[in-house]
């Protein structure tokens, strides 16, 4: 079984760009979460679908937005880069939300923001 | 602010030895789980404990869960090389939002 797909792998972008990243679950799960990880601020939360649907959000300024289709690939678009939003964005899948579900990992891709 | 808190941050050791992680939680939780990161990838699950539970065993890991001390340890034994990697507790809260908040880690070397 496939594992977790997340493409591209490395991204360089400039401040004021925009960006949009792409999940791949795993075949029969339904539900996708993102995070963000950061030396900083560790992994945070950006939202979590769940059957086209958005089910939770994290603390995220509108810029960060998700989607996920009917085949539960998901993406998630930042707009109007900014320095900050360089990161290692990941993206997990479940096959049911719920909080004994573990998570699966993709590699996640390494956003440069210069 | 985090609703996990690990310590110690970094924890260096020699292949051999065992290593013990300890996280710290604020409020209730459904369940704990504690998750590997290799560099610059993706987090893997290792195991899940319950709020009901106090220890749980998986090959050479050890969870425990103290709810009344909202603290969990994650115990490596005979620790190896491949073990070097950083770790990561994650809450399931009890009330709220369905999803898993992390804890900032502790980076595990392991010497040869």
């Known amino acids: 079984k496939a594992g977790v797909t997340q493409t591209p792998r490395y991204l360089i972008k400039t401040r004021g760009q925009q960006v949009t990243l792409s999940c791949s679950p795993i075949s029969g799960h339904r539900s996708v979460s993102w995070y963000q990880q950061t030396p900083g601020q560790g992994l945070q939360f950006l939202f979590e679908?769940?059957?086209?649907?958005?089910?939770n959000k994290g603390n995220f300024p509108g810029r960060f937005s998700g989607r996920q289709f009917s085949n539960s690939r998901s993406e998630m678009n930042v707009s109007t880069l900014e320095l900050g939003d360089s990161a290692l964005y990941l993206c997990?899948?479940?096959?049911?939300?719920?909080?004994?579900?573990?998570?699966?990992f993709g590699s996640g891709t390494q956003l440069s923001v210069l | 602010s985090q609703q996990g808190e690990e310590d110690p941050q970094a924890l260096s050791i020699q292949e051999g030895e065992n290593a013990t992680m300890n996280c710290s939680y604020k409020?209730?939780?459904?369940?704990l789980q504690w998750y590997r990161q290799n560099s610059g990838r993706g987090l893997v699950h290792l195991i899940l404990?319950?709020?009901?539970?106090r220890e749980k065993h998986s090959g050479r890991l050890r969870v425990t869960l103290d709810t009344s001390k909202k603290s969990s340890s994650l115990l490596i034994t005979a620790s190896r090389a491949a073990d070097t990697a950083s770790y990561f507790c994650?809450?399931?809260?009890?009330?709220?939002?369905?999803?898993?908040?992390f804890g900032q880690g502790t980076r595990l070397t392991i010497n040869p």
């Open positions: 679908y769940f059957s086209e649907t958005q089910r």
């Open positions: 409020t209730s939780i459904n369940n």
């Open positions: 404990i319950r709020s009901n539970e």
């Open positions: 994650a809450t399931a809260l009890l009330q709220g939002a369905q999803k898993l908040v």
């Open positions: 997990a899948s479940t096959s049911e939300p719920g909080p004994s579900e573990k998570l699966f």
